[in-house]
């Protein structure tokens, strides 16, 4: 029989990055469909709202992806008073927007750490349970910019699609165990990521400023983040390994229609246009 609430499938998640954004509305979503959620931020008095909201459903969970060893060190405490989670969310992230060559490596690398190679280590962590059971999600929250890169933010970019490369080899990977990966690409969504994004040096160069100008735009305009938890539980009710576009039309539906089709070189000339770079 198919399942109709995402419970039937998963009784327990994590989901990280859930004080703000995306990650509040996936933790919200879960918590309607009767999913018992474990929810992360560096500060979990950030979470004391959804906590009092929702008592013995969800636990707040400290947890900062700086620190790869103490992230995974958090995941394991948080796995073992679960029981083990059937469900992963790696949803936290920022952004940081500069000149490439004029910022600091040690931020772009700080970046790649916390959204990349540490995102990656908590997918290393959940999968053995997952597997040993037969049954789980692990579902990384990717970005459009894997497709369609975000100017002066190429951190952002690289450790999204590097995120979506080890969806996608885990889709494989995965394959009659029983677990399923989800590469979800949202679209621009008004959350608070654009008032947190780092502002590093290259940021104010007038090339710089007219692609802010644009990103902002899009990012005011974009759809609430519940928008994006329906997107997220009509997957998991799927209950199949896939990519998961979702955003206004032109977002999921158009632009990455245009991508597969038109030669690469129209699609960054589009891109430079829409960023006030052409
Ligand atoms: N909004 C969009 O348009 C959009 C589009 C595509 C993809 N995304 C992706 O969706 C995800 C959520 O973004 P959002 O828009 O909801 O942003 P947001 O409102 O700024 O929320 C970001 C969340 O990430 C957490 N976080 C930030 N740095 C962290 C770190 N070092 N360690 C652990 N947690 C950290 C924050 O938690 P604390 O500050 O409480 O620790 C917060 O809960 C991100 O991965 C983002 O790249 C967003």
Redesign the pocket.
């Known amino acids: 029989m198919a399942a109709t609430r995402v419970s039937d499938l998963h009784r327990t998640a994590l989901v ?9 509305a996936f933790a919200n979503m879960l918590l309607a469909e009767s999913v018992r959620v474990w929810g ?4 979990t008095a ?1 979470l004391a709202g959804t906590a009092a909201a929702h008592p013995g459903t969800f636990t707040p969970v400290t ?4 620190d790869a060893a103490a ?1 995974v060190a958090s995941f394991r405490a948080a796995e073992e008073s679960a029981g083990g989670f059937d469900l992963v969310v790696n ?5 940081a927007f500069g000149g490439f060559a004029t910022a600091d490596f040690a931020d772009w690398r700080a970046q790649l750490e ?2 990349l190679v540490n995102t990656a280590a908590l997918a290393h962590a959940a999968l053995p349970g997952m597997l040993a059971r037969g049954h789980g999600a692990l579902v990384n ?5 894997a497709e369609f890169p975000l100017p002066f933010q190429p951190a ?1 970019n690289m450790a ?1 699609a590097g995120l979506s490369a080890l969806s996608e080899s885990l889709m494989i990977e995965t394959r009659g165990t029983g677990v399923i990966v989800l590469d979800v ?9 654009e ?2 994004v780092a502002r590093l040096p290259g940021a104010d160069a007038p090339g710089a400023k007219r692609a802010w100008a644009a990103f902002a735009r899009m ?1 005011r305009s ?1 759809p609430p ?1 519940d928008h994006a938890a329906v997107a997220l539980r009509r997957a998991l009710l799927r209950n199949r390994s896939g990519t998961v576009r979702t ?1 206004r039309f032109f977002q999921a539906v158009a632009g990455p229609l245009l991508a597969r089709v038109a030669p690469l070189a129209l699609s960054r000339r589009i891109q430079a246009r829409y960023f006030g770079l052409d």
């Open positions: 990280t990055g859930t004080s703000t954004g995306l990650g509040r992360t931020s560096r500060e950030r947890l900062d992806l700086r992230a949803n936290a992230g920022y952004g916390v959204m929250i990717s970005s459009l910019a952002y999204k690409r949202p679209g621009d969504y008004r959350t608070d990521f008032g947190s990012m974009g983040p955003g």
